[in-house]
């Protein structure tokens, strides 16, 4: 099978849990302490191959939300799937992803994703037990701790996620 595949892919969860960070690690494989708040939406691109075919991933880095009302699910149409991120110092933003999940779900369907716990190099401040990650495995979720600032788990979660939609 040859070809190009262009797939959009939002980037959703609540805010600071590292979106940008993620979005940045994966493109350019930089990471940067300063923080800067996505206004609206930051739009990246990144082709990989999946079985001798292009995959160009268009990355919409969306604002995160903590009131989830709020999010435009305006930005998800034309997903073809998405990358939830929470931050695995902050339980909250576990309970904000699983809210974006059921609004996305609701609205678009059942598409594709995959749950970022990012953060994970802050190992003195990780507040999500094992057992809870794997609850979220058990459920069928693809669930993996990630850091944006090692790039622990980052390529893998895309290329995941890319693979899933290739198919």
Request: charged share 25%; proline share 2%; hydrophobic share 40%.
């Given at each position: 099978?040859?070809?190009?595949?262009?797939?959009?892919?939002?980037?959703?969860?609540?805010?600071?849990?590292?979106?940008?960070?993620?979005?940045?690690?994966y493109?350019?494989?930089?990471?940067?302490?300063?923080?800067?708040?996505?206004?609206?939406?930051?739009?990246?691109k990144k082709?990989?191959?999946?079985?001798?075919?292009?995959?160009?991933?268009?990355l919409?880095?969306?604002?995160?939300?903590?009131d989830?009302?709020s999010?435009?699910?305006?930005?998800?149409?034309?997903?073809?799937?998405?990358v939830?991120?929470?931050?695995?110092?902050?339980?909250?933003?576990?309970?904000?992803?699983?809210?974006l999940?059921?609004?996305?779900?609701?609205?678009?369907?059942?598409?594709?994703?995959?749950?970022l716990?990012?953060?994970?190099?802050?190992?003195?401040?990780?507040?999500?037990?094992?057992a809870?990650?794997?609850?979220?495995?058990?459920?069928?979720?693809w669930?993996?701790?990630t850091?944006?600032?090692?790039?622990?788990?980052?390529?893998?979660?895309?290329?995941?996620l890319?693979?899933?939609?290739?198919?």
């Amino acid at each position: 099978m040859s070809g190009t595949l262009q797939k959009k892919i939002c980037m959703i969860g609540a805010f600071s849990v590292g979106k940008t960070s993620l979005v940045k690690r994966y493109v350019q494989s930089v990471f940067s302490e300063t923080y800067l708040t996505t206004v609206g939406v930051k739009i990246d691109k990144k082709a990989l191959d999946v079985s001798g075919r292009t995959v160009n991933l268009i990355l919409w880095d969306v604002a995160g939300e903590d009131d989830i009302s709020s999010l435009r699910m305006s930005y998800l149409r034309g997903a073809a799937g998405y990358v939830l991120v929470a931050d695995g110092t902050r339980p909250s933003t576990v309970d904000v992803a699983l809210s974006l999940r059921e609004r996305v779900t609701t609205e678009y369907g059942p598409l594709p994703f995959v749950l970022l716990l990012n953060k994970y190099d802050l190992t003195d401040q990780w507040e999500i037990s094992d057992a809870a990650l794997a609850g979220l495995r058990d459920s069928g979720w693809w669930a993996r701790p990630t850091s944006a600032r090692t790039g622990e788990g980052v390529e893998e979660a895309f290329r995941h996620l890319a693979v899933s939609l290739a198919s």
